[in-house]
């Protein structure tokens, strides 16, 4: 079982790597390209470039409004050339809501991917925009680091202390550490993201958290694992 816990650790700290080193990095890449792109000039629209903004217009065929556990929100839309395609939307406001079938759109283009909706001043961002949400990257590669670590030590404390590993068990030091790390990682990604804190905050107020309250619950525990060797 230790062997298995150190190697099901790469799995999380794998997950970990991609985050700050690829995923990261290139959403806030592709978020910089967004905002410093300008409309494009009419001969590079008609030479189709891609990294300019361009405009199109569309007819709405039918949006899709469904709240719940499996919520879709989602405008069906067609041009002229008889091209036809479903663009998806984090929410129904404030412009997909108001939309009706045959209803005329304009559609913001960028890099072959309809960004914003608009109809009579009203814009929508789709689900396809880019995002400055560095911050639940940074909350979701941190809580990878966290798992990776806490499987590696469970896995190591079971191969050095094969009949003594207590209380690196799952109950109920594994399963309150895994709820903590959870609940630290997702609450301060998430206030970071409302209030704009820099993403670097989250790693580096979220892991502290953590790896205390890991060191006093295992204060906490230990006595009680002794006392009943």
């Not at 816990?5 to 978020?31: M, N, Q, T």
């Not at 005329?104 to 961002?125: F, M, P």
């Not at 499987?151 to 030091?173: D, I, K, M, Q, S």
Request: charged share 15%; aromatic share 10%.
């Amino acid at each position: 079982m230790g062997v298995l816990l150190i190697l099901l650790s790469l799995i999380p700290a794998a997950f970990c790597f991609v985050a700050f080193a690829a995923w990261l990095p290139a959403d806030r890449e592709r978020y910089r390209d967004y905002r410093a792109a300008e409309f494009c000039p009419a001969p590079a629209t008609a030479q189709g470039a891609t990294d300019c903004l361009s405009t199109r217009p569309f007819t709405v065929v039918k949006t899709v409004i469904k709240t719940g556990k499996n919520s879709t929100y989602e405008a069906t839309l067609k041009d002229e050339d008889f091209w036809r395609g479903a663009v998806t939307f984090g929410d129904a406001g404030p412009l997909l809501e108001q939309l009706e079938p045959g209803d005329r759109v304009t559609a913001t283009v960028w890099r072959r991917v309809i960004v914003v909706l608009s109809k009579d001043g009203v814009r929508q961002n789709s689900a396809d925009a880019p995002r400055d949400e560095l911050q639940m990257n940074a909350a979701l590669g941190t809580l990878a680091a966290l798992l990776a670590a806490q499987a590696f030590t469970f896995g190591a404390a079971r191969l050095v202390r094969p009949r003594g590993y207590e209380p690196f068990t799952w109950n109920p030091y594994g399963r309150i550490l895994l709820t903590t790390s959870t609940a630290v990682c997702v609450g301060t990604g998430l206030p970071a993201l409302w209030t704009g804190i820099p993403w670097w905050t989250v790693p580096a107020v979220a892991a502290p958290v953590v790896v205390c309250a890991a060191a006093l619950l295992h204060h906490h525990l230990r006595p009680r694992a002794a006392g009943g060797v």
